[in-house]
Nanobody, 124 residues
Framework: QVQLVESGGGLVQAGGSLRLSCAAS????????KGWFRQAPGKEREFVAT????????VYADSVKGRFTISRDNAKNEVYLEMNSLKPEDTAVYYC?????????????????WGQGTQVTVSS
């Protein structure tokens, strides 16, 4: 079994930055894709970014492209989301996700493992 634990969320003013971290423990998932999703109140969970197992490829949602950067450290079994130029519409619970097999870079919430989420609130 794999456990994913997110951290780094908080309250920030518009234009500010936050760095989310996700630590994985349990069965090794360091060689497969990991992703970040978010869910705002009353909305469906939406894709934010995903990164390949070796960190060589990443895909971003159009809404965050140029502002957010996903990265990973397989030695630590961690994945990160650097968020800059934050906007109030980025306010949501952010979830880390990991796959247990090679499915490519998915923008759909079909990953095998999920964290509990960390709240990000951006004030205007």
């Amino acid at each position: 079994q794999v456990q994913l634990v997110e951290s780094g969320g908080g309250l920030v003013q518009a234009g500010g930055s936050l760095r989310l971290s996700c630590a994985a423990s349990g069965r090794a998932v360091d060689i497969y894709a990991k992703g970040w999703f978010r869910q705002a109140p009353g909305k469906e969970r939406e894709f934010v970014a995903t990164i390949s197992g070796n960190g060589g490829a990443a895909v971003y949602a159009d809404s965050v492209k140029g502002r957010f950067t996903i990265s990973r450290d397989n030695a630590k079994n961690e994945v990160y989301l650097e968020m800059n130029s934050l906007k109030p519409e980025d306010t949501a619970v952010y979830y880390c996700a990991a796959d247990s097999q090679d499915k490519g870079l998915l923008s759909t919430p079909t990953y095998d493992y999920w964290g509990q989420g960390t709240q990000v609130t951006v004030s205007s």
